[in-house]
């Protein structure tokens, strides 16, 4: 079973919330890890311009399809261009060395929590692409995997910071089928503090501004609260914390962000593959932002590593090339915040392999839809009404109609989400002028609106 879908219906089982292991007397932490007390030195200055989590853009970067390379060096070459689409955060899967025993080549399998491996470069190469996105404008996000580690991470010694079963054998993450990794135990409080110190060694040692964390749902919620809380006592930084999961507390213990999972399917499963009705939704909406606050934010995404992988590309689940931008412009101004997986930007026709570099990106294709991305990415990062207003849908059961309403300024969104052409009736309150958002010009709408295959609208007044 594809690895996004075991997470989501793990999630929805609550299965994250039984961690296994019995507790056994904590054994000295392995020599490789820091003293509780020790404090490396901060390398660089904290980077200033970390966007609040309303006003985030991310851009998720596989280093092993990104470029022929697949390394550090081939994405510090493309930074003008990630962050010419609008981005102002590079989140890079995991950079840590990979384990070898029993293993499938995953980069969540990591053998050392605080190395690069060798195959996407060195410290002083990572560093160097973190000042780089930074004098861009660009916060950085390390992917970190909680749940599990390699077979043959130096921590395996510590047999008890690791799940058993009942003969004392360790175990892999239960329900997963991941049996190239072993889950660790939470009941363990030193295992807990070795895995906050290799947190923060990242802060410091490289100047990140923040984690992606793996897996989320699968950790208990104390651990988050002290993980986060310890993190955002790093003097000088403002971090942002992103959660894969849609456990409902995951916005209590910390987190500003949040994957959009139930919003992906439902787009995918139900309207696209179903034919339902497009006021599905709506009441997603409702569902994902339960317990949030104010400044808490679900990130929308029509493709990342894992669905990619499973599921397929944005063209082949959203109607080819006119059908995934249109369904992107829903992601990226509905609810949230959007984020972009590398290579759909232009219109990257391959299932982008992450266990090894077979797959490396040709970025020469689809000029056009790259110019789209922009623009659509331009106006949400130009519009306090997208960013942070108020939502009202006025959707039909084949077109996705709503208002971002803010003081003094209204966008109005219209979106066909089928491959045929259709007919919208207006609102009473929605006819009148309005400005088109993407070249300025006056439009009148009347009582019908008509849309070809996969069209979108966007208009503001």
């Given amino acids: 079973m594809p690895r996004m879908n075991i997470l989501y219906i793990v999630t929805l089982l609550a299965l994250a919330c039984s961690k296994g292991g019995s507790p056994s007397p904590s054994p000295t932490p392995p020599p490789t890890q820091p003293a509780a007390d020790s404090v490396p030195a901060q390398y660089g200055q904290p980077f200033t311009s970390v966007p609040a989590p309303a006003d985030a853009v991310i ?72 000042d780089a996105a930074h004098s861009k404008g660009m916060a950085v996000l390390f992917d970190w995997v909680a749940d599990h580690t390699s077979w043959d991470n130096a921590w395996i010694a510590n047999k008890a910071w690791y799940q058993q079963d009942a003969s004392g054998n360790i175990i892999s993450p239960l329900n997963t089928g991941w049996n190239d990794v072993a889950a660790l135990n939470y009941t363990n409080t030193d295992m807990r503090r070795a895995m906050i110190k290799a947190m923060s060694w990242w802060v410091y040692t490289v100047n990140i501004d923040g984690y992606r964390f793996d897996a989320a749902d699968f950790i208990p919620f104390d651990f988050w609260q002290q993980a986060l809380d310890s993190l955002r006592k790093i003097p000088g930084h403002q971090l942002l914390f992103f959660a894969e999961g849609t456990r409902k507390d995951q916005f209590t213990a910390g987190f500003q962000l949040e994957y959009g999972m139930g919003f992906y399917y439902t787009l995918k499963d139900q309207v696209f593959h179903a034919g339902r009705s497009v006021k599905l939704i709506d009441s997603v909406n409702a569902v994902e932002y339960n317990n949030a606050s104010s400044g808490s934010r679900v990130v929308r995404y029509t493709s990342n590593h894992d669905v990619d992988a499973s599921d397929g590309t944005p063209l082949d689940l959203f109607g080819g090339k006119t059908g995934s931008m249109s369904v992107f412009l829903i992601a990226a101004y509905m609810k949230g ?103 300025s010009s006056t439009q009148q709408l009347g009582s019908q609106l008509s849309l070809a295959p996969f069209q979108y609208k966007v208009f503001q007044r």
């Fill in 59 to 130: 851009y998720q970067v596989n280093m092993r399809a990104f470029s022929a390379a697949g390394n550090l060096k081939g994405v510090q070459a493309r930074l003008d261009s990630i962050h010419a689409l609008g981005v102002n955060v590079l989140y890079l899967m995991p950079v840590y060395p990979v384990g070898v025993l029993k293993s499938v080549n995953s980069p969540y399998c990591v053998k050392d929590f605080q190395s690069v491996a060798t195959e996407f470069g060195s410290l002083s190469d990572l560093r160097t692409l973190v």
């Fill in 337 to 439: 915040v959007p984020m972009i997986y590398d290579g759909q930007e232009v219109g990257c026709t391959v299932k982008l392999n992450y266990f090894n570099n077979s797959t490396p990106i040709d970025w020469s294709t689809n000029p056009e839809m790259t110019a789209e991305y922009k623009k659509i990415l331009a106006f949400y990062n130009t519009s306090p009404a997208l960013r942070g207003g108020s939502l009202q849908s006025y959707s039909n059961d084949d077109i996705c109609v709503f208002t971002k309403t803010t003081s003094g300024s209204t966008v109005l969104v219209v979106a066909n989400l089928r491959g045929t052409a259709g007919s919208y009736t207006v609102p009473a309150d929605l006819q009148g002028s309005w400005m088109d958002a993407f070249d």
